[in-house]
């Protein structure tokens, strides 16, 4: 078949390895402009724009893949299916209807569960041990289409959103081939979501990783995971002898038990130097300082003279 691939972030980088290596062949990309980013805040293209450099195949960079002069661009490589993952625009109706076998998507999660832009964060912020990858078609409400494979793989205890990530990556290109054979020899297999059962995985944002320290300690360390390497678990340190403060980011914790008296307030470290939490108390295993590298806690604690008594709070309640 003949594929035009949509998409920008790294996530589908295996995906498209796997597809210039298969029968199929990858005519041309669309991915998203370049953006700024690093501390210069250059103009940046995407991971997919680079691939697309690198393999020598035609691409193209759009604001908006549905306008006229993109569907003609797109019509002109006479597309039997369009292939979609991490694209982060969406897709209108006509464009999806151009393919005769379709437009499919690679889907970071168990469907209906965490349809959105953040499957992958979402599914580790709230506790659940297993998720997988969905090739659906899309149709016009997101995410919400049939699905035509799916692979699942265990959550590890103390597994980050980047490492699921990459993992899951891994598994979407032998189920995006298994799943292209199929439709160009006619078996594949469509199956209707429950959409009863569909939940919400919405685009993270800065303040989302704003730790409150009242909540417990179970759910400030899935939020940790969840939130590395991006938007990041974000605390201010402040310390009870000099009264200055300093924004840090938290990399890594774990949820323990406490003896600590009650009356401590929630954010206060205590006699071992674990932050009390609304319920049990944060082991810091690993923080970053703002304009610091990323260190073990015993390196910050010496470095600062850190103490109990001393706190992390809230970034916005400052």
Not at 187 to 215: N, R
Not at 241 to 251: C, E, F, H, N, P
Request: charged share 20%; glycine share 8%; hydrophobic share 40%.
């Amino acid at each position: 078949m003949n594929i035009v691939y949509l998409g920008g972030g790294e996530f589908g980088l295996k995906c498209l390895n796997a597809l210039v290596q298969s029968s199929h062949s990858l005519n041309f990309i669309v991915t998203q402009p370049p953006r700024q980013a690093g501390r210069g805040r250059k103009p940046t293209p995407t991971a997919v724009a680079d691939w697309a450099k690198t393999h020598s195949v035609p691409f193209v960079e759009a604001e908006n893949v549905n306008t006229p002069q993109m569907f003609q661009t797109i019509a002109g490589y006479k597309p039997d299916l369009i292939v979609v993952a991490a694209f982060g625009q969406k897709i209108g109706n006509e464009l999806i209807k151009l393919p005769p076998k379709g437009t499919i998507n690679v889907h970071a999660s168990l469907l209906p569960k965490y349809r959105g832009a953040a499957p992958i964060n979402w599914a580790i912020i709230r506790g659940e041990t297993e998720t997988g990858i969905c090739i659906i078609t899309v149709a016009e409400k997101m995410d919400a289409g049939e699905i035509l494979g799916r692979v699942t793989t265990k959550i590890e205890p103390d597994e980050t959103a980047g490492q699921l990530h990459d993992k899951l990556a891994c598994m979407a290109a032998p189920l995006l081939l298994e799943t292209l054979d199929k439709i160009a020899n006619g078996t594949a297999v469509y199956e209707k979501q429950d959409h009863s059962k569909a939940t919400l995985a919405p685009k993270l944002k800065k303040p989302d990783g704003f730790l409150d320290f009242a909540e417990p300690a179970e759910v400030l360390q899935r939020k940790i995971r969840g939130l590395w390497p991006w938007p990041c678990a974000s605390a201010i340190y402040v310390s009870q002898k000099t009264g200055k403060s300093l924004r840090v980011t938290i990399a890594m914790a774990q949820a323990v038990k406490t003896s600590s008296p009650a009356h401590l307030q929630s954010g206060t470290l205590d006699e071992k130097l674990n932050v009390i939490c609304g319920e049990g108390a944060l082991r810091i295993v690993r923080i970053k300082p703002d304009g610091s590298g990323l260190m073990d806690f015993k390196d910050f604690v010496n470095g600062r003279q850190t103490r109990p008594g001393d706190r992390f709070i809230k970034p916005d309640s400052c």
